[in-house]
């Protein structure tokens, strides 16, 4: 069973700071790995999808990595404005007997101060 | 192209009544998904339909949950009757059906049981 941690569950920086958020999952055979965003009472935002044959993948001032051997993977956030407050969910795509599942961490809380 | 359609957006019952939820996939998605989020965690899986048929209901609480996709497009997602701890956001999903194949996801209905 695929277990996905992230580390840690909330976190405030000042505005125009870079910053790394953590997530782990356990079994290192996945598919795909996913960061979403969401905001408060919102539904996901898709933010990046890496595959597993890739390292990273960039979207303007986001930049997500992936080590499947380590089973982590890492958003970076460069520049933060208090816009990026949300929180940000990482979800691993995993085969399950034939089939495919998304499991989900849950969360952590970004909170950018002005 | 259209995203995934959902409605209602917020619902609020008292415990023991019933509620229903709606999905539309994205046209050509033959794989829908209800995922049940739980205030402070990421998205669970309820169940999910291949065209018209289920592929996995094991976190469904039959006793008070039921869905169907009857033509293999359209999804609904019924509670009846309601508990407390069923407050959370209802997501509805949809992908390609192959495997690493991302899915989407709606925007969500937030459910509130007082």
């Known amino acids: 069973k695929q277990e996905v941690t992230q580390i840690p569950a909330a976190l405030s920086v000042p505005e125009g700071e870079n910053l790394v958020l953590n997530c782990s999952f356990t079994?290192?055979?996945?598919?795909?790995l996913q960061w979403f965003r969401q905001d408060p009472g919102k539904g996901l935002t898709s933010l990046l999808l890496?595959?597993?044959?890739?390292r990273e993948q960039t979207s303007g001032r986001l930049n997500a990595s992936l080590d499947k051997s380590s089973g982590r993977s890492t958003l970076y956030i460069a520049a933060s404005q208090p816009g990026d407050s949300a929180t940000y969910l990482c979800a691993v795509y995993w085969p399950d007997f034939g089939n495919e599942k998304l499991t989900f961490g849950t969360g952590t809380r970004l909170t950018i101060i002005p | 192209e259209a995203g995934v359609a959902q409605s209602p957006r917020y619902k609020i019952i008292e415990k023991r009544q019933s509620v229903a939820f709606w999905c539309n996939p994205i046209?050509?998605?033959?794989?829908l998904y209800w995922y049940q989020q739980i205030l402070g965690q990421g998205p669970k899986l309820l169940i999910q339909f291949q065209n018209n048929g289920v592929v996995d209901d094991s976190q469904l609480p039959k006793d008070r949950f039921s869905a169907e996709r009857l033509k293999g497009v359209d999804s609904t997602l019924k509670i009846q009757p309601a508990k407390l701890e069923d407050s959370a956001v209802y997501l509805c999903a949809s992908s390609g059906g192959l495997a690493g194949v991302e899915q989407f996801f709606g925007p969500g209905t937030r459910l509130t049981v007082l």
């Open positions: 079994d290192s055979a996945i598919y795909n």
């Open positions: 890496i595959q597993s044959s890739q």
């Open positions: 046209s050509g998605h033959a794989t």
